[in-house]
């Protein structure tokens, strides 16, 4: 969201509205209360005397609640207003603001306070494509001193319920008061909105959804207790520790409780369009945090492998043993006009699990986990070799079933165009991304791991490892092009390759399947001018046909593509390069406040001398929030290790020291320490 938006969220329930407070959504304009992919208010303006309000100052108190300091008229009427107004606003499952009136005056006030309310119910697609299409009706009750806004279609219907403390005039428009604020005095009023989702049966899908409660303090108390648990930092660098804190309060605001798992949380991707559960988000996120929040990959290793495919469904790109992509619940995707319930359409989600399994089994000692996944992780071993191959040539590839509004692109370059020739071309299908045969290699290896160890199958920990060894050979012999000496971004349908250079080979460096004798030319590639701009990675370098410093995933810099990218420079041994990217990233975060964007502009940094925000960039978004926290475990070179925590240090000098004081792990509660030691000089020369 952009900085003429304000935003409060609890998991799945969000608002967002202008700097006034008011919500004045449209197809096209993704501004109101959001829950369950659902708009519940679309319309809340509040008006005193018939005026609009002007605003003077916006708090944002913490995640789910914020204030609004506003005075009547337009701007360059109130340099000595009479009367001011307060809108002090939380969320917590159902939506509440307080307005407050103050006179400033000497003489009594009367007035007439107005909030016109409404709602399209618009589901979250239909905002996205900027069409409503409703087939259901509408309907407005005043029911008492409740006014009721409904939508009903067959057996789904929505409904929002607003109520106040104060004796109101209600119509099917809204609420009206009329108020007497006595001189020095003022007047309050609490305006109370609940929702309801009701599905097949009359049963209200929202019971037990809200995860953290409906009361202030409770969500006060809860964030306590997420701050707490989680690791402590003290640092020298002030952009850190901001970063660091405003990562922290951005995942507990994202913590999203599924409808099977009432109680437990796992990350949504983020605010406005994905908030929800997300395959590859939610891992990739998990494995950002796993040393600082272990809990958010129990809950969601535990509901990927519940929801892990069973069968063939070409509207839903479902395969057996597959791991889900995007799981929705609104009108469109109940009525099948939408396949995400859930789809399953993403390539690299599979190998993801395989990935965050064992990664979480080694940082926690939770074999029982392992265990209990064993089933699941063995079909997600075999949808790799079995679904994955769609060419019968040991390579992950991918190509949509669903034709009519199934993802293109089902790697984490999503968008359309994502994958290009050098040329700026676009391949056919089916196509195989590097970084796919990357998380495949690394799946292989980790479930030999595990098989091994947890599983005693040595058999199967054999085969497996001769598999990673045949892929890693085949891989580096098919996907290298010579006179560039970098990999491409991915193989065509007829074996060629797609020559283009992007920020995926980073992935591979993470991954480990890149040899040793060519990491050198992968990390030199990476901190080129044409990939790296000073604030980070590019997704597409300099020079190649559909490079755009603003194209989505074409050349923008992602924080979350970064950290992984710096983690595997770490495995390979390149600290300075791995220290870079982590001080681009962290001096990037203090322009945005601390919070990190989805991605911003590709921009050269000696062009713009700040980062610039991608225009409809999501924030906060999970696995931004979660960047920090990886760069913070690179730069400290935490692994674990035969049951221990290692520490090796490589912090730029301009960091100083880094203390991250009671990491979570099997070793219990341990302190970490690094002072900075790697000059960055010669970067900026």
């Known amino acids: 969201m952009n900085e003429e938006t304000v935003s409060i969220l609890d998991g799945n329930t969000f608002v967002v509205c202008d700097r006034r407070g008011d919500m004045e959504g449209s197809p096209s304009v993704p501004t109101g209360l959001f829950s369950l992919d659902t708009r519940y208010l679309s319309r809340w303006v509040l008006t005193l005397d018939g005026k609009r309000l002007t605003s003077m100052s916006v708090d944002d108190l913490q995640y789910y609640e914020t204030r609004f300091f506003l005075v009547p008229g337009a701007t360059e009427t109130y340099a000595d207003a009479k009367v001011s107004v307060i809108r002090h606003r939380e969320i917590g499952g159902s939506f509440c603001e307080r307005v407050t009136i103050l006179n400033h005056g000497e003489e009594p006030l009367d007035c007439r306070l107005r909030l016109d309310v409404g709602s399209d119910f618009a589901d979250l697609f239909e905002i996205k494509d900027e069409v409503l299409n409703k087939r259901g009706e509408y309907y407005t009750k005043i029911d008492g001193d409740v006014l009721r806004l409904g939508y009903r279609r067959e057996t789904f219907q929505r409904e929002t319920r607003i109520s106040s403390s104060e004796p109101a005039e209600l119509d099917e428009e809204g609420l009206s008061f009329r108020v007497r604020v006595e001189a020095g005095g003022d007047w309050t009023t609490e305006i109370d909105v609940h929702t309801t989702a009701i599905g097949p049966g009359g049963r209200d899908l929202r019971m037990g959804v809200q995860s953290h409660g409906p009361e202030r ?36 605001a994202l913590r999203f409780s599924p409808l099977s798992l009432v109680g437990q949380a796992l990350p949504a991707a983020g605010l406005p369009w994905f908030m929800t559960m997300f395959g590859r988000d939610s891992i990739f996120t998990c494995l950002q945090t796993l040393g600082f929040t272990p809990v958010l990959s129990t809950t969601t290793l535990r509901i990927l492998a519940a929801l892990q495919g069973t069968r063939f469904d070409d509207f839903r790109d479902e395969d057996p043993g597959k791991i889900l992509h995007e799981m929705r619940y609104g009108e469109t995707v109940a009525f099948g006009d939408q396949p995400h319930t859930p789809y399953y359409g993403a390539a690299d989600s599979t190998c993801l699990f395989l990935i965050l399994l064992d990664e979480y089994e080694q940082w926690t000692g939770d074999t029982r986990m392992v265990h209990e996944l064993e089933f699941e992780a063995r079909e997600a071993l075999r949808w790799i070799d079995e679904y994955a191959d769609l060419m019968g040539n ?16 089902q790697c984490w370059k999503d968008s359309w165009d994502g994958i290009s020739y050098h040329d700026g071309r676009l391949p056919g299908f089916p196509r195989a991304t590097c970084e796919l045969q990357g998380y495949a290699y690394d799946a292989k290896m980790r479930g030999a791991r595990l098989a091994r160890l947890v599983w005693g199958d040595p058999e199967l920990a054999d085969r497996l490892e001769r598999e990673a060894a045949d892929l890693k050979e085949r891989f580096n012999r098919d996907f290298w092009v010579a006179d560039g000496e970098y990999y491409a971004i991915a193989l065509d349908a007829n074996g060629e390759r797609v020559d283009s250079l992007s920020s995926n080979i980073g992935h591979l460096l993470w991954s480990g399947i890149v040899t040793p004798e060519r990491a050198p030319k992968i990390a030199a590639h990476l901190m080129s001018d044409r990939l790296f701009s000073g604030w980070g990675i590019r997704t597409l370098a300099v020079g190649e046909g559909r490079y755009n410093p603003i194209g989505y995933h074409n050349g923008t810099v992602w924080p979350f593509d970064n950290s992984f990218i710096a983690w595997g420079l770490r495995r390979y041994g390149f600290v300075e390069e791995a220290a870079r990217v982590a001080d681009a990233i962290i001096d990037a975060a203090q322009y945005f406040g601390g919070r990190l964007p989805e991605a911003f502009a590709g921009y050269e940094r000696k062009l713009t001398k700040y980062p610039v925000q991608y225009p409809t960039a999501c924030s906060p978004q999970a696995w931004s929030s979660g960047a920090p926290l990886l760069l913070i475990r ?4 935490l692994e674990p290790h035969e049951g221990h925590l290692a520490v090796d240090p490589a912090l730029p000098i301009d960091m100083g020291r880094i203390e991250l004081l009671d990491v979570p792990g099997r070793w219990g509660r341990v302190d970490a320490f690094g002072r900075g030691r790697v000059d960055l000089a010669k970067w900026w020369t």
């Not at 648990?229 to 507990?252: G, I």
């Not at 991918?398 to 034709?403: A, G, S």
């Open 394 to 409: 040991g390579y992950v590839w991918y190509e949509r079933r669903n034709t009519r509004n199934g993802l293109e692109n």
């Open 217 to 252: 303090m409770a969500l006060q108390h809860d964030l306590q207790r997420w701050v707490a648990d989680a690791p402590r930092v003290t640092c020298e660098c002030t952009a850190l520790t901001q970063a660091y804190d405003r990562s922290l309060a951005d995942l507990a």
């Open 634 to 637: 690179t730069m400290l070179g």
